[in-house]
């Protein structure tokens, strides 16, 4: 990776840091040629401090971490990617990241449907509902509704019809995520039991 440093101000090249595994943005750095250098051999996250005229490794302190996974050079080489994986909060204010979020995988859309059927389970303006009407008839009914979708899957899958076969496909999804939620669970915990098996 060719980086010209002479352009940047001080040598100093913008390197955004985000998890591997959730995608999430971190926090950003600069680092120069030497702290670069640094970063891959000791495949861990080492940057130039412009208030401390030094170079620093992430968690030098803290013991929290950036392993080095990957590091790639933007479209107009005037910026890098590092994937990396913390170990532990990345903000030195103890946050998750340098934005106050919490670095947990986000599955688009699913995560937003996720937040709406807790904010049905637990609100009592949606009590009119059909995710509440569910999660008061409790667990067996919402179980019951899992397994009416899954064979309805089923009988789908057997036949020609794409259109019906998502359909039947997203009801089943939908409902599974609601005994998810009616179990204390989220799709992510499922996720993780997952990636244990790799």
């Known amino acids: 990776m060719n980086i010209d440093y002479s352009k940047y101000t001080d ?14 943005v971190l926090m950003l750095g600069f680092m120069n040629e030497e702290a670069f250098q640094k970063t891959k051999t000791s495949k861990l996250m080492t940057f130039y401090s412009r208030s401390k005229k030094r ?4 968690g030098e302190e803290s013991g929290n971490y950036l392993n080095l996974v990957s590091v790639s050079l933007d479209c107009d080489n005037d910026s890098l990617l590092f ?8 903000c030195h204010k103890g946050t998750d990241t340098c934005w106050e979020e919490d670095n947990k995988a986000s599955f688009g859309f699913i995560s937003t449907l996720e937040t709406i059927i807790e904010d049905r389970k637990n609100t009592a303006e949606a009590s009119k509902s059909y995710v509440a ?24 899958a057997k036949d020609n019809n794409g259109d019906l076969f998502l359909n039947e496909s997203a009801d089943l999804l939908f409902h599974y995520l609601i005994l998810l939620k009616a179990k204390g669970f989220s799709l992510n915990d499922v996720v993780e039991v997952l990636k244990k098996r790799g």
Do not use: R
């Open 83 to 90: 994937q990396v994986n913390p170990l532990g909060p990345v």
């Open 133 to 156: 009407s569910l999660f008061a008839d409790g667990i067996n009914k919402i179980a019951q509704k899992v397994g009416e979708e899954a064979v309805e899957v089923i009988i789908e």
């Open 11 to 24: 040598g100093l090249v913008p390197a955004i840091i985000q998890d591997a595994t959730t995608q999430k």
């Open 55 to 58: 170079l620093w490794t992430k």
